[in-house]
């Protein structure tokens, strides 16, 4: 950990600003929040785990710079990306890298307890900060413990229970009567605790109290939001062409109520709008070939499904499989050509952690 430390702390109350700032537009954003922060006469504490550039670090009393970013394994927790469409649900899993935040409010809020704060403000980098937030917050401290933003009940997964959430982009709390609960985090808490829910699942399970003051979210949605929007349509990030969208994929299906692997491979191509050629190979012998055509009124259809020759567990060796965090190649030569251009590996490689979903009522 790399920290920057003015000479004393010059008050009692101390902004914890969470930040992980890889980009132009987020480096300004947060210079922005660190401008608008100044104002309020608390400490500003600046914990990111990405490197921090020094004009934001001039805006701060303490900065903490923590390379680590402990991103949880595939096999201990990941989160499920998906969409639908048409009878199908498709999805991919993540890594979670919701421990990364909850570490950053742990050793954060640890480090203002030992410096001796009394109450910390914890917000996301991207937060619009309004008086009318900070205001309602530190009138509502004279009376609770802590202050926490409802979220709303999140579904854990499908078929799944809802379990109360706290929105982590704004939360308050006094830190004595929450340290200990603070210092349980830790990887292996984290993982066992959070079940099938989020992070804002798990905080909420440390930070509640009979003492909570709890804000619905009609009452704070509108003063409290962010700059930064984050894109949760994986397709467009990874299995995006010109011309037709793709996922390879295990096919799954729901039978009283639980999802079972069929063992079956499909490569799903969908929102298709031109004329197909497409060539599966395997150590250099094809072992697909489809061509998809406009039909007699010149019309494409829209989506097209394909059952790969060999079993979905078969893909570990044909691709490759990961290992905790890393991906182990395979030697294996195994290709998708779809009008001459071949789908990137690392791209491929996604297939291992994707399915394709006959639709349920819980999607």
Known sequence: MITKLSQKKKHDDCFLVAAYCDTKEKQEVLKNTLTSLKKYNKDIILFSHYPVEEEATDLTDYTLFDYSNPIMDFQDRSTIHWLKHKFYK?????????????????????????????????LNYDLNITDSIVNKTEKYLDWHDNVILDYGKVKMNDGGKYDPALHMSWCALKLNP???????????????????????????????????????????????????????????????????????????????????????????????????????????????????????????????????????????????EYKGTKFISSNRNFKIIINNLEIPKELIRLSLISAIEVANDNV
């Open 90 to 122: 498709l999805n991919t899993l993540y890594l979670d890298y919701g421990y990364a935040a909850v570490q950053q409010w742990k050793r954060g809020l640890t480090y203002a307890y030992e410096l001796g704060y009394h109450t910390a403000y914890v």
């Open 178 to 320: 929450f340290i200990d609960k603070i210092k349980e985090i830790n990887y292996d808490d984290y993982a066992a605790n959070v079940g099938f829910g989020v992070t804002e699942n798990y905080m909420y399970q440390k930070l509640f109290s009979e003492n909570s003051k709890i804000i619905p979210f009609k009452d704070w949605c509108e003063d409290v939001t962010t700059s930064i929007k984050m894109d949760t349509n994986f397709i467009n990030q990874y299995y995006t062409n010109d011309g037709y969208k793709w996922i390879l994929g295990q096919e799954k299906i729901w039978v009283k109520g639980e999802e079972i692997g069929t063992e079956k491979a499909i490569l799903y191509l969908f929102e298709i709008q031109d004329q197909m050629d497409i060539e599966i190979k395997l150590d250099y012998d094809t072992i697909h070939k489809t061509k998809i055509k406009k039909d007699e009124f010149n019309n494409i259809i829209d989506y097209h499904l394909i059952y790969l020759p060999f079993k979905y567990s078969k893909l570990k060796e044909y691709i490759g």
